[in-house]
């Protein structure tokens, strides 16, 4: 099946007009199958820490100095727009609305999807939900209490995952 | 001594033939027997007495006599010339003997030596003596020798009386009495009489050459039985007679007629008879006269036994006189039989002579050295036919003997007459009537003649000319007649010996068709003075026919005055009716459908040099009061040169002249024998028993021609019509076509039909094909390219349902029909049925009861016009309510007058669902987002699916079905007129027609931007769908006309007038019926075709009315298929019919009915 037309001027904007902090690349062999990263946004746990100085940054890296990286996989099916795209995270992440398999509770992943959303804005959703956990709403139970009972005590343990974890590759 | 020394004339072919009939027409002969009558009224031997045999010879060359006279005489006999002939020396007894018996012909007297009958005249006659004095014979002997010698004469006179024949096997002379004088000079009187009766034929035959008696033309082998037992009663080699004595009248009640055929022995004591295979034919061929049978015995047992069989090697001649006699009405007979409840007895012997002689000429292997290809081949077919013919004719008379009462011509039943021809054997006849020579002469039009011809039409006009003039066209020769065969005179006999050949007459012919026999070469005769124009459409038939107008006229006033025959001639026809019909010598009357009477007249005059050419359309109000004072002689000066009208007028005319009984008073088209009339669309009369054909046929005219791309729309009788209204002999009657023609190819002979009809059509059609190339590879008329593209159109989800509903309820009374086996019962209602379920791939609305959908519809409205909104907003005026509000709810209402704007705003019209720019039918919903149309439905039936509330993709509010409108650009139509690009918002669902309008407007859209001013065709076969798309056009705001078949004449006209002329984007639509064809319509670049038809031939046809002719641009055409439907499976049918048609070509009934159920089948699958 050809790839739609919106999926192909959704992905080249995505490379013309990248978000800052968000990237999405496209698998060569399945156009459909993004990789994400997602920088977790400033002032939040998933911020990590002040970049290496003498590292060399990419640009669309510059307004994000923080290496707080996120890898998410992201797949639109058949379907797409009509359903929203299917999207996880790769990278360990400790968020009241992630579980352990990455999945995201997002309502715009679910019931509020609309076919005008488009690959870019639920990034920058997902970027927004890791500036602004929401633990009443949870689908990781045990980090939603952790975060209602000791709120503190789990903003550092993100920040843990996320200096642990979310490290940019090295190139 | 030479012949002229004799007392006798030089007698010729004396060996074999002899004439007792012919000598008694000759004067010289009937005043010597008058001179005898005068001379001997004693009853005492006269001096001369003529020993009855070795005179007829002479007689029968003194017959001849006038003629010899002026013939070369055979090489006379030359002693030097025979002996070189002969390789030896010749006693010089054998020579005087010779040289009496040959009279001087020394190719006689070379076969007489060869074959040792100069032995035999030796004996009889052993001292010379002068020729004229007659040999007395006393001797026994001698006369069975002479018998043995003349025994055929013998049996010719056997016909003429036995008294004679007794007489003359009597040992003593053969005396005339005074009063057998007499009688002799009566018979010869009568015959002259009746010979002068027939001169006609004899004539031509009596011209060329003396023709003897009999000629040898074959011997063949047959078995006899003995009727007596006996020794040595005949044994190898001897002579048999073969006589046959009709013994009675055929019993009455008895079918078969006596066909014994007895043989005897020299001195006619009867030995046995024929076995019954042979002398069925036999018989017949001798009692007709046309052959007789000589025989020789191969071998009998010595003792011969009653019921033993005999071998007999039997030699047949044809007598002279079965060429003279069939030729006379042969023909007209035959071929009464089918219309007649009984056979009469002339036509059964007719039959049985035809196919006697086929029989015989099957036994001696005699075949046709030309023939049509076909016939060759069909030698056995032919008696198949024959026979069969004779089986369908009894089974026919029963069933055909109450409808028809016996002389009533066609028979009233003939509306299922003539099957239809398949496709492929169309292609066949057409292939063959398009061997269309491109060296053909051309001629140039007259001078005024105001168009260019092509070189084709210049071919054509050429040989219209000499149609009209009647001049032979020397490309084409002399045909032989069809049905005739050509056959060579054998040279040698069974015995190897050379057979007497007669100058000038190699060959004969037979007709195996009828039996009929003829010396001369039966050409194919037509004195048709016009033809059939049959040219494809868009090949300019109009054109030539109008060069044709312009460049032969009648010296007008020279005919009339100097051939008043002329007319006479033409209008026997009429004469017992007609009183007053007028010449009108310088008026060509053209007939066409009324569609075209218009277009004729303009064609007329544009193809005219101004004021050189009056026309004038003689049709409803305009018509002429006396047509007749106008066009007549005295009014010549003034006559219009052409009259257009239509088949309806004629027939009207012609009905109140049948009604009137007389048409003294008559003024109109039927008073008038113009100079040329000319059918246009000539189709139209192919039906002979229609009335407007019947009127057509007594039209009166010089020259006739008939103009038609079909000649042949689905029967060979089709053409029938056209060819009795053409007058061209003998095919115009019906009988003698249905003969050679139809029941051939009913009774599967197609090829020989097919053939016959080729040589009738060969020199009265022209037909050329658009796709015929010229020697260099060039098109005839080079068309601009076409192409057809197939629309899918998917039906939307309520036309869906109709359709289902429709299509299950079909299906199930196909299915049923199937179980009970009554399909073919029951088709009309399948058929009724599938029609639906076609209207409905159109418009739902084709099916459903209209008032319904009306009230359903308006009572929408209402809720609407309740809920503050119309179907049809306009977006200014929304805007500016909206602006206007904006002070009292600045928030709600500044986005919404946002987005209106943005709706016209091309930037922002990317659709958010699949990002097309712009959006594709753009729809707002009812909180003013855009998307394009099938985006938003997808969103909405995808969410209705699952059970959820649709939600605008863009603000989540609810979304209702009812609130989406979709937004109406006018900027397309070039007359909006205003700078800014009108916009307007049109509710979705409601104002929108079924899906495939939509598509159509669609496509005329895109084409109205492309092309703001070009013109198109659409075609539907459904009125009351042009009905729908109408408003759907009016609502885009374009123009259109409508032409379709209940329009008036003059409506009609101007309507094409008026799509002609218009120079803006203007659209035709035309029923498919109305406008398929003649129309031409190369204004026009686009074509859509609304739906389609059961063969695409029909479709075609249509679409040749843009592309044809004068087309000058490229044209596109569209069909519009409803996707799934019975429509997209209606192309499987037309292809697989096409597939079928040119690759088995003949399907019998059966089949065909199997393949309607299997088309069917297919539809409903």
């Known amino acids: ?171 | 001594m030479s012949w002229q020394d004799s007392e006798e004339p030089p007698t010729k072919k004396r060996r074999f033939f002899s004439d007792p009939v012919e000598d008694l027409v000759y004067p010289g002969t009937t005043n010597n027997a008058a001179a005898a009558a005068t001379s001997q009224t004693s009853a005492a031997p006269p001096p001369q007495q003529q020993p009855p045999l070795p005179a007829r010879p002479a007689q029968d060359a003194s017959s001849n006599g006038p003629n010899a006279a002026r013939e070369d005489p055979p090489i006379a006999f030359d002693l030097a010339t025979f002996e070189s002939f002969i390789g030896n020396k010749v006693e010089p007894e054998v020579i005087d003997v010779l040289r009496r018996s040959c009279r001087g012909d020394i190719q006689k007297a070379v076969n007489m030596y060869f074959d040792g009958t100069y032995k035999k005249l030796m004996k009889a006659s052993p001292a010379p003596k002068p020729a004229t004095q007659q040999t007395s014979q006393t001797d026994e002997e001698a006369e069975a020798q002479k018998r043995l010698l003349y025994r055929h004469q013998l049996d010719l006179l056997e016909e003429q009386g036995r008294a004679r024949l007794k007489s003359a096997t009597q040992p003593t002379h053969y005396t005339l009495t005074a009063e057998e004088e007499q009688k002799e000079a009566q018979r010869v009187a009568e015959n002259r009489r009746a010979l002068d009766l027939m001169q006609p034929y004899l004539s031509r035959v009596a011209k060329r050459e003396s023709i003897p008696e009999s000629r040898y033309i074959g011997a063949f082998g047959a078995e006899g039985w003995a009727t007596r037992s006996g020794t040595n009663l005949l044994k190898f080699g001897d002579p048999v007679r073969i006589t046959r004595e009709k013994m009675q009248q055929p019993r009455p009640g008895r079918d078969r007629n006596d066909v014994i055929v007895r043989f005897t022995d020299a001195k006619g004591m009867e030995i046995g008879r024929l076995a019954k295979e042979t002398a069925n034919w036999v018989s017949s061929l001798i009692d007709q006269g046309v052959c007789k049978f000589e025989g020789t015995c191969f071998y009998a047992p010595d003792r011969l036994r009653t019921n033993e069989t005999v071998y007999l090697q039997l030699k047949a001649y044809i007598i002279k006189s079965a060429f003279e006699n069939g030729n006379v009405d042969l023909a007209a007979n035959r071929t009464t039989t089918f219309f007649e409840s009984k056979e009469t007895t002339q036509e059964r012997d007719l039959r049985l002579r035809q196919i006697s002689l086929v029989k015989l000429f099957k036994e001696i292997n005699l075949a046709p050295t030309r023939a049509n290809e076909v016939a060759k081949n069909g030698r056995q077919g032919l008696l198949d036919a024959a026979e069969a013919d004779e089986k369908k004719e009894k089974a026919n008379t029963n069933t055909k003997n109450g409808n028809n009462p016996p002389g009533s011509s066609p028979p009233s039943s003939d509306a299922e007459e003539g099957e239809e021809l398949e496709q492929g054997q169309l292609d066949a006849l057409y292939r063959k009537a398009q061997s269309f020579d491109f060296n053909t002469p051309e001629a140039e039009p007259a001078d005024t003649f105001a168009m260019d011809l092509r070189p084709y039409q210049k071919q054509s006009l050429h040989w219209m000319l000499s149609k009209e003039k009647d001049q032979k066209n020397e490309d084409r020769g002399v045909s032989m007649h069809p049905l005739w065969e050509e056959y060579s005179w054998p040279t040698k006999d069974c015995d190897d010996k050379d057979t007497v050949q007669v100058e000038g007459q190699p060959c004969f012919y037979v007709n195996p068709y009828s039996g009929e026999m003829s010396l001369q070469f039966p050409e194919q005769e037509q004195h048709c003075l016009g033809g059939i124009l049959a040219d494809e459409m868009g090949l300019g038939k109009t054109i030539q026919m109008l060069s044709l107008i312009h460049t032969h006229k009648s010296e007008a006033a020279n005919i009339a005055a100097a051939n008043p025959i002329d007319s006479v001639n033409q209008l026997s026809r009429l004469s017992n009716k007609s009183s007053n019909v007028v010449a009108a010598p310088k008026t060509t009357l053209v007939i066409a459908p009324m569609s075209l009477l218009a277009q004729w007249q303009s064609e007329a005059e544009a193809a005219s040099k101004e004021g050189t050419l009056k026309s004038m359309v003689y049709y409803g109000d305009e018509k002429v009061a006396d047509l007749q004072s106008m066009c007549a002689v005295s009014n010549i000066a003034s006559a219009p040169d052409v009259i257009i009208t239509s088949y309806g007028v004629v027939l009207s005319e012609f009905t109140q002249i049948n009604k009137k009984g007389f048409r003294s008073f008559h003024t109109g088209l039927f008073s008038l024998n113009f100079f040329r009339v000319i059918l246009d669309e000539g189709h139209n009369i192919k039906n002979r028993q229609s009335k407007t054909s019947k009127a057509c046929y007594e039209l009166n005219a010089e020259h006739r021609w008939v103009l038609t791309g079909t000649p042949i729309v689905n029967r060979l009788e089709d053409l029938f019509s056209l060819i009795r209204f053409l007058r061209v002999e003998p095919w115009n009657n019906f009988s003698f076509w249905r003969t050679f023609i139809t029941v051939p190819f009913e009774s599967k002979d197609f090829m020989r039909a097919l053939d016959v009809v080729q040589t009738v059509l060969e020199p009265l059609v022209m037909r050329r094909t658009k796709d015929m190339k010229t020697p260099d590879g060039k098109l005839l008329v080079p068309l601009p390219p076409k192409t057809i593209e197939i629309v899918d159109v998917e039906l939307s989800e309520t036309e869906r349902s109709v359709y289902e509903h429709i299509f299950t309820r079909a299906k199930r009374t196909f299915s049923n029909n199937i179980e009970k086996g009554t399909v073919m019962k029951a088709y009309t209602t399948i058929f009724a049925q599938i029609l639906r379920l076609r209207q409905s791939c159109c418009h739902p609305l084709l099916v459903r009861n209209q008032d319904i959908v009306a009230d359903e519809e308006e009572a929408g409205a209402q809720a609407d016009a309740a809920a503050g909104l119309s179907d049809d907003m306009d977006l200014q005026s929304l805007i500016k309510q909206f602006t206007a509000n904006t002070d009292v709810e600045k928030n709600a209402n500044t986005f919404g007058a946002h987005v209106l704007q943005q709706i016209r705003d091309e930037a922002s019209n990317e659709c958010p669902v699949c990002s097309e720019e712009p959006m594709i039918e753009q729809t707002v919903t009812g909180c003013w987002h855009s998307a394009c149309k099938k985006c938003l439905l997808d969103y909405i039936k995808h969410s209705m699916d699952r059970h959820q509330t649709p939600r605008c993709f863009n603000c989540r509010e609810p979304l209702s079905l009812r609130d989406l409108f979709e937004v109406v650009r006018h900027d397309d139509d070039p007359n909006a007129g205003s700078s800014t690009p009108k916009i307007s918002l049109q509710r979705l669902g409601v104002n929108e027609s079924s899906s495939k309008v939509v598509a159509l407007i669609k496509h005329l859209r895109a084409l109205r931007k492309e092309h703001p001013v070009m013109k198109s065709v659409v075609f539907s076969q459904f009125t009351s769908f042009m009905s729908l798309i109408e408003p759907a056009l009016t609502r885009a705001n374009m123009r259109f006309l409508r032409l379709d078949g209940t329009m008036a004449q003059k409506a009609r006209a101007a309507v094409l007038e008026e799509f002609r002329a218009s120079n803006r984007f203007t659209i035709l639509l035309i029923s498919l019926r109305a406008g398929g064809v003649g129309l031409n319509l190369t204004q026009a670049k686009r074509v859509y075709m609304m739906d389609p038809w059961w063969s695409f031939a029909v479709e075609a046809q249509a679409i040749d009315r843009v592309h044809r002719m004068g087309q000058d641009d490229e044209v596109k055409v569209y069909r519009f298929i409803a996707k799934d439907s019975v429509e997209e499976r209606m192309l499987k049918v037309q292809d697989r019919k096409k597939f079928i048609a040119t690759s088995l070509g003949m399907m019998t009934d059966e089949e065909k009915k199997l393949a309607r159920i299997e088309d069917i089948k297919e539809l409903l699958s």
Not at chain 1, 40 to 53: F, L
Not at chain 1, 71 to 89: H, S
Not at chain 1, 111 to 139: H, V
Request: aromatic share 8%; glycine share 4%.
């Open chain 1, 1 to 171: 099946m050809a790839l739609p037309k919106r999926i192909v001027k959704e992905t080249e904007r995505l490379m013309s007009e990248p978000v800052p902090g968000i990237s999405a690349v496209p698998h060569e062999d399945n156009l459909r199958y993004f990789d994400v990263e997602i920088h977790g946004p400033s002032g939040s746990p998933y911020e990590g820490e002040p970049p290496d100085n003498l590292r060399l940054r990419a640009a669309n890296y510059m307004h994000t100095p923080f290496r707080g990286v996120f890898k998410l996989e992201l797949f639109l099916t058949d379907d797409y727009p009509m359903v929203p795209p299917k999207i996880r995270f790769l990278t360990k992440i400790y968020h009241p609305n992630v579980d352990k398999l990455g999945r995201i509770c997002l309502d715009v992943l679910k019931n509020n999807w609309s076919p005008a959303l488009q690959i870019r804005t639920i990034l920058l959703s997902i970027q927004a939900l890791l500036g602004a956990p929401n633990p009443d709403d949870p689908l990781a139970a045990d980090v939603a209490k952790d975060w209602k009972e000791d709120e503190n005590r789990a903003i550092a343990t993100a920040k843990e995952w996320t200096s642990k974890y979310a490290v940019p590759e090295s190139k």
